[in-house]
């Protein structure tokens, strides 16, 4: 079983920055790929980023392709997801996630779901 807890969220202003990390429980995270999604009040809730096991490669939702970056630090449990020239339309709660099957841009394909954590980015 593996326990995943968001934290960084917050309210910034259109143009700045924030970094989320989801912290995890589990012995043996480095086996597990780690995605990070965001839902929008009344919407659905849609892929982010996601990250394989030795955060060698890393994959992007086109929204925030060249302002978010994914990265882990599986001596830490941790996996970042650093959030720059950040836009109104990325108020969400956003959420972190976790499979030890391959990666997915699909919540589906994910069996552990952290909490989340509200970002808010004011106009």
């Known amino acids: 079983q593996v326990v995943l807890v968001e934290s960084g969220g917050g309210l910034v202003q259109a143009g700045g920055s924030l970094r989320l990390s989801c912290a995890t429980s589990?012995?043996?995270?480095?086996?597990?790929?780690v995605g990070w999604f965001r839902q929008a009040p009344g919407k659905d809730r849609e892929f982010v980023a996601a990250?394989?096991?030795?955060?060698?490669?890393?994959y992007y939702a086109d929204s925030v392709k060249g302002r978010f970056t994914i990265s882990r630090n599986n001596a830490k449990k941790t996996v970042y997801l650093q959030m720059n020239s950040l836009k109104p339309d990325d108020t969400a709660v956003y959420f972190c996630?976790?499979?030890?099957?391959?990666?997915?841009?699909?919540?589906?394909?994910?069996?552990?779901w952290g909490q989340g954590t509200q970002v808010t980015v004011s106009s």
């Open positions: 990250i394989r096991r030795t955060g060698g490669s890393t």
């Open positions: 589990g012995r043996t995270f480095s086996n597990y790929c």
């Open positions: 996630a976790a499979t030890d099957l391959i990666w997915s841009t699909s919540t589906q394909g994910y069996r552990y």
